[in-house]
């Protein structure tokens, strides 16, 4: 990809699957992390999602290749996925004595 010439259709349409791809991965998964959440917890769902989140960004800037790049915006992709376990933490977490008033 970065050979190709300035303008070609290629670069549209990889950049299109890596923009995509992790779109597609967090809707696919995100029932998945919220069946683990019930079954092991979440804190433990939420630091693994976490780590994944952390190491995922980094194997993407380093990608030499287009499957590479895929992967990692994939991977990426997967453990965003746990967003809705992060947010029924947080309705957990809040009461009527700290919920904040508009």
């Known amino acids: 990809l970065l050979k190709t010439e300035r303008g070609s259709p290629d670069v549209s349409v990889w950049v299109s699957i890596l923009v995509g791809s992790y779109s597609l991965c967090e809707v696919l998964f995100s029932a998945m992390w919220g069946m683990l ?11 693994i999602g976490l780590s994944g989140s952390a190491v995922a960004p980094i194997i993407f ?12 915006r994939l991977m990426d992709g997967f453990f965003c996925g ?7 933490y ?3 977490l809040v ?7 508009a």
């Open 61 to 72: 800037g380093m990608a030499g290749s287009l499957p590479v790049a895929l992967g990692a």
């Open 95 to 101: 009461d009527s004595s700290n919920e904040a008033k």
């Open 37 to 47: 959440a019930d079954k092991v917890g979440r804190r433990p769902v939420l630091l």
């Open 82 to 88: 746990n967003i809705g376990v992060a947010r029924t």
């Open 90 to 92: 947080l309705g957990e």
